[in-house]
């Protein structure tokens, strides 16, 4: 597609739910990276695919967090037994694994409220 | 280990005045600097971004931006503010390769008084 895609666009859910986040990278994009943005923050690194391959899993808060990425076009970000500590808008972005120093494409975010 | 620091959580300018930015980095290897904007309620937006190249970088929007190696700092400069640059910016440090994440600051909400 023309541009990074994250659905659904919003979620509520309730404490101990668990929830799953989509996200379509830019077709050809090689690398995948979540991100998680509390209110007033900026972006925090959870995860990152080259492929289907999750190379960098470091920012994940806990075990609750979980992220694939099968085929390695189309990333899922899974989150089990929600807290309302998980609220935030997640980001999702893409870029050309060749592309070395153009930044990231991300998408529009999934904002979570867990209530 | 990278960071950013951006001084001031919140500026604010009159339209047709000077925007400036501040964005203070500490990397051990040579940075990949950025600087992405969000306006509400979507992702971020790439402005610039500084790879080692020339040191005054150009962006989108009249923006521009000055990596200053002695100083540690990359700030974001405008001439003319529009009310259309209201939105929140934020300043980011990568180490360069293909594989490295970006970290953010905390960001920077720039309001444009009439």
């Known amino acids: 597609g023309a541009g990074v895609s994250q659905s659904p666009r919003y979620k509520v859910a309730k404490r101990g739910q668990d929830v799953a986040l989509r996200c379509d990278p830019i077709s050809g994009h090689v690398s995948l990276f979540w991100y998680q943005q509390a209110l007033g923050q900026g972006p925090e690194f959870l995860t990152y695919?080259?492929?289907?391959?999750?190379?960098?899993k470091s920012g994940l808060p806990s075990d609750r967090f979980f992220a694939e990425r099968p085929e390695g076009s189309v990333s899922t970000l899974k989150i089990q037994r929600t807290q309302q500590e998980d609220s935030a808008v997640y980001l999702c972005?893409?870029?050309?694994?060749?592309?070395?120093?153009?930044?990231?494409?991300f998408g529009s975010g999934t904002r979570l409220t867990v209530v | 280990a990278q960071s950013v620091t951006q001084l001031g959580s919140h500026v604010s300018v009159s339209e047709g005045a000077l925007v400036l930015l501040r964005c203070n980095y500490s990397?051990?290897?040579?940075?990949?600097l950025f600087w992405y904007v969000q306006y509400p309620n979507q992702g971020l937006q790439l402005l610039l971004k500084?790879?080692?190249?020339?040191?005054l970088v150009k962006g989108i929007n009249g923006f521009e931006a000055e990596f200053k190696k002695s100083e540690t700092s990359f700030h974001l400069t405008k001439p003319s503010a529009h009310m259309s640059d209201a939105a929140e910016y934020f300043c980011?440090?990568?180490?360069?390769?293909?594989?490295?994440?970006?970290?953010f600051g905390s960001g920077t909400r720039l309001s444009i008084r009439p």
């Open positions: 990397s051990s290897v040579p940075p990949y």
């Open positions: 980011a440090v990568s180490e360069g390769s293909s594989a490295s994440k970006i970290i």
């Open positions: 972005a893409s870029s050309l694994a060749e592309d070395r120093v153009g930044g990231y494409t």
């Open positions: 695919f080259q492929n289907e391959a999750q190379l960098d």
């Open positions: 500084y790879t080692s190249a020339a040191t």
